[in-house]
């Protein structure tokens, strides 16, 4: 199992209106635009810092704090589910092409685990 990128999600009730500072004011190229969520990242491809700004977490759900892509999923759903750890949002193929589930971190906050 292999973490392949970790993206910060920022909740904004227009995360359209981002763009002036992402874009405009620090360079940043916009790499995934869904409407209700946009995100921003440097050149270079997917190893590159990222932010996400959201109106929601997709779905109906709430914008998780932090995005965490994986090359299993199924694989740390089950050692979330085995662990005991508060699954919050049930692993789901969601309609944009990504497989994931949420889950609560030792702290409270709602982690969005996903592959594509």
Known sequence: ???RRIVPNLQASD???ARAF???LLGLD???DHGWLVTFAAEGGSAVPQVSVA???GSGTPVPAVSIEV????EIYRRAKAAGVEVTYDITDE???VRRFYLRDPFGNTINI???
Do not use: F, R
């Open 1 to 3: 199992m292999a973490v």
């Open 114 to 116: 996903l592959s594509h």
């Open 55 to 57: 109106s929601e977490g």
């Open 15 to 17: 995360p359209q209106s």
């Open 22 to 24: 992402y874009m405009d």
């Open 95 to 97: 309609p944009w092409g």
């Open 71 to 74: 090359d299993d999923v199924d």
């Open 30 to 32: 916009i790499v995934m």
